[in-house]
């Protein structure tokens, strides 16, 4: 179960990892967390929905768990390699042309925000062709179209086996509306993104 090496050579030349996901996808971005290497010279950036105006511990688990520098996104705060951060609730996360991040409040979309569309919308502006983008498990299609953006731009698209999803509309949404370069078992996500 090797990744192909022009899969593996589009990973390994991306710059920012995009990881996407809602209901189902806690386990899976926890563990990926912790198989993301000091070395790994990328952004990582995880986009996941969450309760409004709710303290979370995820911040300080997903911290335990990684290797890497990991925080909670403040605005302003600078896009810097090797490290991991995750989009605080209540606003949405954008990845702005100065190599800042910014946190935007205007109305939720498909009920969350952070919205997984508004990021990888911005992050296609921004990073045009230098992402590696995942989305994985949730209720509705959040993610879909700034996937399509993200592969109409020149970035990497993957997709989570539906079969594999906790809940498959998510992954299914992205795969109807061609958004995916790849749709790939969980373990074999694993192992690319773990090379």
């Known amino acids: 179960?090797?990744?192909?090496?022009?899969?593996?050579?589009r990973w390994r030349s991306s710059e920012l990892l995009l990881l996407g996901g809602s209901a189902g996808s806690f386990k899976i971005l926890f563990r990926l967390v912790s198989i993301l290497r000091p070395g790994l010279d990328k952004t990582v950036l995880i986009?996941?929905?969450?309760?409004?105006?709710?303290?979370?511990?995820?911040?300080?688990?997903?911290?335990?768990?990684?290797?890497?520098?990991l925080k909670e996104i403040s605005d302003k705060d600078k896009i810097e390699r090797n490290a991991i951060y995750i989009a605080p609730p209540n606003y949405h996360t954008l990845i702005e042309k100065n190599g800042l991040f910014g946190l935007d409040v205007s109305e939720a979309m498909w009920f969350s925000k952070p919205s997984i569309d508004v990021t990888f919308e911005s992050a296609a502006d921004s990073y045009p062709d230098r992402c590696t983008a995942v989305l994985f498990s949730g209720a509705n299609p959040d993610g879909a179209q700034g996937l399509l953006k993200l592969k109409q731009s020149g970035s990497l698209t993957i997709v989570q086996d539906p079969a594999e999803a906790e809940l498959p509309e998510m992954p299914l949404a992205a795969i109807k509306a061609g958004a995916a370069d790849r749709i790939l078992k969980t373990d074999e996500i694993f192992e690319l993104l773990g090379s």
């Open 47 to 69: 986009v996941m929905h969450r309760m409004r105006n709710h303290m979370s511990e995820i911040e300080p688990m997903f911290a335990q768990n990684s290797s890497l520098l």
């Open 1 to 9: 179960m090797n990744p192909d090496k022009q899969l593996t050579d």
